[in-house]
């Protein structure tokens, strides 16, 4: 850290021109770092993908060669990249659709009740901080077959026929990883939203109320819509998440049984490190980055429209 | 008197709700911490009932008989330096970023932005190459450098947008007294910048203890990596020793849950302000 010199004396009309050259090399200097960071650990390596991405690389080798477009060909025809573009659209829509539901719930609740409001809004974050492995394993034992406490709840109330193994079974594999993610994320789009209803003023519910609204219609007519700008952060961050989505499953069913949760995160994890073919991997990891580009760009372009309305 | 019976009820029944669904989300956390104080025969025995006794031999096994503390060891390394280097690189840069307001300034901005729709898995592959031509492969200092690189883009957001709040007037009057810009900015602006740099120090800091894939792929194999990725390999290796997983689980969830509660606000406003700024 640079120690300040107080040179009161300098005279100030000889500072002024000098300023200006100064701090551009002071700019130059304060921005250097990250760019030089950035560009080298970032934006190379993403560049060394699109290079790769028109390679039969297979990650070893010294041999990489170029194989033009027979990468995204594959990709177009390929129907196991094809179930793992399906089961990522399955599991992004419907994790954007509860989380949010979820996320407006309890930040309704929240706001609401009377008592231990933080000590509620505490216990309903907490799980946005833990890591997805963690949290999947976790999961993972309370569902499992044989000695988990959910099987074992299912049977104490008597709904004993409704044990299946979740995780092992094509059928609830899906839609357990999904659940349980929605426990984990909607925590963090609940302080959005709360932050966002804190912003609604009071008035407009009072009012509301003697004119006789019901809670209901309260919440349909003036909460839900003010809530609009809030929605849209939300609903494009957790979509961007939901797209991203690699631990829990890792852990918790490692794809499978079959291929009923290789989402496009896992995929390209497979075939990159596991089946050592590194240019189909980043030809892979390419459709996933356009997507959440054109899913950015999309928000920017929204939200533009949304600040000009303000 | 009706109206107030029905609406106390009302909000009793609130109440009750909140309760209930309180419940269902602390639930899996507090299994987790239970089940490490239980043995295995016990976990698998009856997985709700509370342990018998203090059962601490998962914690002494993991603790003396595997690599599990050199990975934590490797977990505290990890977050702190990178933490440290975030906040040494990234508000310097923010910072001249909003004052030096000048076309290539706006221009280095959207391309820092741009790191941002970059998912890890767009570049993870021709990373791992690059860090072993560069000879970071096998230390600390790769992944360091890849959780610096990765918080360019939303810490000059975060940062820009709060330099923009801070009047001008305060650092004219220290360059009249001759102030270089280095010291105005960390003597001046950088205190001011104290809330922004809690809640990047929080929300990162968590991103990268909790991290998984990057470490995984980044760290040689063969030696212990962090504790996340331990505790993946065991879920592997010893798929039979729950104990000694929960046991490491617990270990990772209770640094998270102290720094939570004693830094609660930095997490809330972290989010709050990177939500509106997108």
């Known amino acids: 850290m640079a120690t300040a010199v107080t040179r009161i004396d300098k005279p100030l009309t000889a500072a002024i021109p000098k300023k200006k050259k100064k701090w551009q090399s002071y700019a130059l200097l304060f921005i250097l770092p990250s760019f030089l960071i950035y560009t080298l650990f970032v934006i190379v390596p993403t560049a060394g993908s699109i290079y790769l991405s028109f390679t039969s690389w297979d990650g070893i080798s010294e041999d990489v060669r170029y194989i033009g477009f027979a990468n995204f060909v594959e990709i177009w025809q390929s129907p196991r990249v094809h179930n793992a573009l399906k089961n990522t659209l399955v599991m992004t829509v419907s994790l954007v659709l509860l989380e949010n539901i979820a996320a407006i719930m309890l930040a309704v609740l929240v706001d609401k009740v009377r008592w231990f409001r933080n000590l509620f809004r505490s216990i309903f974050y907490f799980p946005t901080l833990l890591s997805g492995i963690v949290m999947g394993f976790v999961w993972a034992m309370i569902l499992n077959y044989n000695f988990g406490v959910f099987n074992q709840i299912l049977d104490a109330i008597g709904l004993g026929s409704w044990v299946v193994d979740w995780l092992g079974n094509p059928k609830y594999a899906m839609i357990s990883i999904i659940l349980s993610t929605v426990w984990k994320g909607a925590g963090y789009y609940m302080i959005i939203y709360l932050a966002g209803l804190q912003g609604i003023p009071a008035e407009l519910n009072e009012a509301a109320s003697i004119d006789g609204a019901s809670g209901f219609q309260q919440f349909r007519h003036i909460t839900f819509p003010l809530l609009a700008g809030s929605m849209t952060v939300c609903l494009v961050l957790s979509m961007i998440s939901a797209l991203k989505i690699f631990d829990q499953i890792a852990v918790m069913t490692d794809g499978g049984p079959g291929f009923e949760t290789e989402t496009l995160t896992y995929i390209i994890y497979k075939v990159g490190f596991g089946e050592l073919r590194q240019g189909f991997g980043t030809a892979l990891a390419m459709v996933l980055f356009l997507i959440i580009m054109l899913i950015t760009v999309i928000q920017v372009k929204f939200l533009r429209k949304r600040e000009v309305q303000m | ?278």
Do not use: H
């Open chain 2, 1 to 278: 008197m009706t109206l107030q019976a029905k609406k106390r009820w009302g909000e009793i029944a609130l109440l009750a709700i909140t309760v209930l669904l309180a419940i269902i989300f602390f639930f899996p956390i507090f299994f987790n911490l239970m089940s490490a104080f239980k043995s295995n025969a016990e976990i698998m025995k009856d997985a709700i009932a509370f342990p018998k006794g203090l059962y601490l031999d998962s914690f002494k096994y993991l603790l003396t008989e595997t690599d599990f503390p050199r990975a934590i060891v490797n977990s505290l390394i990890l977050t702190l330096v990178s933490i440290v280097a975030q906040v040494l690189i990234i508000p310097m840069a923010g910072y001249a970023i909003e004052r030096r307001d000048t076309r290539w300034t706006k221009m280095v901005f959207l391309y820092f932005l741009a790191g941002m729709m970059i998912p890890f898995q767009a570049y993870m592959i021709p990373l791992f190459k690059e860090l072993r031509m560069f000879g970071l492969y096998g230390s600390l200092a790769g992944p360091i450098l890849v959780y610096v690189a990765g918080a360019v883009g939303f810490g000059c957001l975060l940062y820009t947008s709060f330099v923009k709040g801070i009047p001008k007037e305060i650092e004219e009057a220290a360059e009249i007294d001759g102030c270089s810009r280095y010291g105005i900015f960390w003597k001046i602006v950088f205190p001011l910048l104290g809330p922004v740099t809690a809640s990047m120090v929080v929300l990162n800091g968590l991103g990268i203890w909790n991290d998984f894939l990057m470490p995984m792929l980044v760290l040689p194999s063969g030696e212990p990596k962090t504790m996340v990725v331990e505790i993946y390999r065991y879920i592997g290796e010893f798929s039979s020793r729950w104990d000694m997983i929960f046991a490491g689980t617990a270990m990772s969830v209770v640094p998270v849950l102290i720094v939570f509660i004693a830094l609660q606000k930095y997490f809330v406003k972290g989010i709050a302000s990177g939500a509106t700024k997108g």
